[in-house]
């Protein structure tokens, strides 16, 4: 299984941006897809994933949207109103089974992406 992440960049504050997730040697559909993120110096960080139900890290709630595409066994990350402490490189995760609620503990996940660097320019 190997997942994709895309979409990265480097975006001003305010700004948005999308990140795109494909997933490969297996079908999501409705297993757990999700993104953590990472910023220097500082500890791996759940964002949000998409289950039977979305979940979302407190930051970044109301600001960011998570969805998915069966037909192309994606996921995508929609990113509003950035602000400069979203800098981090954005890892898109997956687990094979299904949850109502994405699990927020990253040893949860047992498919990783390379991870997709954001950067925020105030």
């Known amino acids: 299984v190997q997942l994709q992440a895309s979409g990265g960049g480097l975006v001003q504050a305010g700004g948005s941006l999308r990140l795109s997730c494909a997933a490969s040697?297996?079908?999501?559909?409705?297993?757990?897809m999700g993104w953590f993120r990472q910023a220097p110096g500082k500890e791996r960080e759940f964002v949000g994933g998409i289950g039977l139900s979305t979940s979302y890290a407190d930051a970044v709630k109301g600001r960011f949207t998570i969805s998915r595409d069966n037909a192309k066994n994606t996921a995508n990350l929609q990113m509003h109103s950035l602000k400069p402490e979203d800098t981090a490189v954005y890892y898109c995760?997956?687990?094979?089974?299904?949850?109502?609620?994405?699990?927020?503990?990253?040893?949860?996940?047992?498919?990783w992406g390379q991870g997709t660097l954001v950067t925020v320019s105030s």
């Open positions: 995760v997956g687990n094979k089974n299904t949850y109502y609620s994405p699990p927020r503990d990253s040893i949860a996940y047992e498919y």
């Open positions: 040697g297996r079908t999501f559909n409705s297993a757990v």
